[in-house]
């Protein structure tokens, strides 16, 4: 039987986070759960493509657009489910093991992992219980919490939207009502959130998905995101 996973990671000059996610793969590589491990590239300019190449990863080269990216890399997957996760999220040790218990399941929907990051105290601990609550609330798992889903689900919902910002929340909200909490925890960087500031870059998340939900356009919100 071949492995039922395909992974699909976006990047963006992800040279030096690309091995710390690839390396807590492997226990999901030894649990025979992967089959195939796809780098969709938005035009780095550092070495991710040599980096993903030496991993043994499949790299693509696509336009600039995160959720275009992951509609690549999921057009290109042969695997029976997708996992997508973001460069700089490593799982957490036993998150094969939560895996095969969703694949287990009769109908096993969309799984995604409890957030927390590698660094930042009680900061962190904050804004991840904040992650975590609002994704069992609502139902609105962000893309660093990865996304575990059947391909078959993936294309019922009509996959990523091609738009550079909130694809992960699209795909939430297609997927309403057939999102679950897995047993495992995606650690994600807290880069950023150290260099704007944890309450700064916390309520610019939660400023851009209210406008986001209020009707402004993917495009829009990355213009505004990327120039403040």
Same mark, same amino acid.
């Given at each position: 039987?071949?492995? /039922? ?6 990047? !963006? ?5 690309? /091995? =710390? ?20 590239? =938005? ?19 696509? /336009?600039?657009?995160?959720? =275009? ?7 290109? %997957?042969?695997? @029976?489910?997708? !996992? ?8 957490? /040790? ?14 096993? =929907? ?36 990865? !996304? ?19 694809? @992960? ?5 297609? !997927? ?6 897995? @047993? ?6 807290? %880069? ?37």
């Amino acid at each position: 039987m071949r492995a /039922p996973i395909s992974v699909v990671i976006p990047t !963006l000059n992800a040279a030096t986070a690309l /091995p =710390g996610t690839a390396a807590a793969l492997m226990e999901g590589v030894e649990a025979g759960l992967i089959r195939e491990v796809i780098v969709v590239d =938005g035009g780095s300019t550092d070495h991710t493509a040599e980096v993903a190449e030496e991993l043994g990863a499949r790299f693509l080269s696509v /336009p600039a657009s995160r959720g =275009g990216q992951l509609r690549a890399g999921a057009a290109a %997957a042969r695997g @029976d489910h997708l !996992l997508v996760l973001h460069a700089d999220t490593q799982l957490a /040790p036993g998150w094969s093991e939560a895996a095969t218990a969703h694949l287990s399941r009769a109908t096993p =929907g969309a799984g995604y992992f409890r957030l927390a990051f590698d660094s930042g105290g009680l900061p962190a601990r904050l804004v991840a219980g904040w992650a975590n609550l609002r994704s069992r609330l609502f139902g609105l798992p962000y893309g660093d919490q990865g !996304l575990l889903l059947p391909a078959t689900l993936y294309a019922e919902v009509g996959g990523y939207p091609d738009q550079p910002l909130m694809e @992960d929340v699209a795909i939430a909200r297609a !997927l309403k009502g057939r999102l679950v909490a897995l @047993d495992g925890v995606a650690v994600t960087s807290a %880069a950023k959130y150290r260099a704007q500031g944890w309450m700064r870059r916390g309520g610019r998340n939660l400023w851009t998905l209210a406008r986001y939900m209020g009707g402004v356009s993917p495009e829009r919100l990355a213009r505004d995101y990327t120039s403040n």
